[in-house]
């Protein structure tokens, strides 16, 4: 069977985008034009000014609506384009987004190799050069928003089980962390403990494998409005990709949102609910996404599992993993 034609050739489809452009450099001539008069509030209902100033907004507006759509179709593309520049920009501009950034800078570099100068060395500015350098200037800024905007940014410090900072050769931060942590409520809302009293066992592979995972299944159970309770439950998966940021958007099958739609029914996770947790949604979660097998299994916490003596199938390891998750989240989680 032959594969269906497409609708437009390839020379009309750049035709059109070429126009595109051209259509949207006409727009921010235009409004430009149009900057000198400023606010249109100012000038009386009906005045010439005002009815101009306003197709003025209105054509800011429909390009930022039309440029947020192309962004979209961009960063769809950059999934499976194969065009070098494409992907190199949305891979730049997605610096902000660490899992996203760093997923489509593997593929950038699976696709065109690593990234030399001539000599063959790997030189300055380099897509993962370039991320470390934009990660250290918004920490650097970081300090001074909080400092500046502490309100704002408390609502999101309470659900962080850390807080980035500079860590310099010269100076101790210990009392800046401090006074940082006590002014934003650090992990207040945080459904693990892991504060300064209870640092014995945050650095056990299981705890660092547990932390990312239920940081994401916590954003995903305080998301919804009970009120909407049932809307979500009928669009579950576009839910999920909505709020839940670390969830790998290319492996959301129907049987891991089956799991995580499971969410929406539990209590808070807290010591008492530990085990409902581990049963119902995080060991069935793991079991599909990493459990692999004996040989092919790299995640340390999961892999000191199974090589165990004892656990000589799936199920034993699923076991065996159920009360290393239990036990994780009961010594670490809050009181209920």
């Not at 992907?87 to 997605?94: A, E, F, M, Q």
């Not at 060991?283 to 092919?296: C, L, Q, S, Y």
Request: net charge neutral; proline share 6%.
């Amino acid at each position: 069977m032959s594969e269906p034609k497409p609708k437009f050739s390839a020379e009309t489809l750049t035709q059109k985008l070429q126009k595109l452009t051209e259509w949207a450099q006409d727009a921010v001539c235009f409004a430009r034009e149009l900057d000198w008069l400023g606010d249109a509030k100012q000038y009386p209902e009906g005045s010439e000014k005002r009815d101009l100033a306003l197709v003025r907004d209105q054509v800011d507006f429909r390009l930022n609506d039309c440029c947020r759509r192309l962004e979209s179709c961009r960063c769809a593309r950059a999934e499976t384009t194969r065009v070098h520049d494409l992907l190199l920009d949305v891979v730049i501009n997605r610096t902000g987004d660490g899992p996203d950034a760093l997923r489509l800078m593997r593929r950038y570099h699976s696709l065109f190799g690593d990234e030399t100068e001539k000599n063959g060395e790997v030189g300055p500015d380099t897509l993962p050069d370039i991320f470390a350098w934009d990660t250290y200037q918004r920490v650097s800024a970081l300090r001074q928003l909080a400092a500046q905007y502490p309100k704002h940014i408390r609502h999101s410090a309470r659900y962080m089980p850390g807080w980035p900072m500079i860590v310099s050769h010269h100076l101790d931060g210990t009392h800046e962390f401090e006074t940082m942590a006590e002014l934003l409520e650090l992990g207040a809302d945080y459904p693990l403990d892991a504060g300064p009293r209870k640092r014995r066992g945050t650095e056990t592979p299981m705890f660092c494998y547990l932390q990312p995972l239920v940081s994401g299944l916590h954003v995903l159970y305080i998301g919804w409005d009970e009120t909407d309770k049932v809307r979500i439950h009928e669009n579950f998966a576009s839910y999920v990709r909505a709020f839940w940021w670390s969830f790998p958007k290319e492996e959301l099958t129907p049987e891991i949102v089956a799991i995580l739609k499971r969410v929406l029914d539990l209590p808070p996770l807290t010591k008492k609910a530990a085990r409902e947790w581990s049963r119902k949604v995080i060991v069935p979660f793991i079991m599909i996404k990493d459990a692999a097998d004996r040989e092919t299994c790299k995640i340390p916490a999961l892999r000191n599992i199974w090589q165990h003596k004892s656990v000589k199938s799936r199920a034993t390891f699923q076991s065996r993993l159920h009360s290393a998750v239990t036990d994780t989240l009961q010594r670490f989680g809050r009181p209920g």
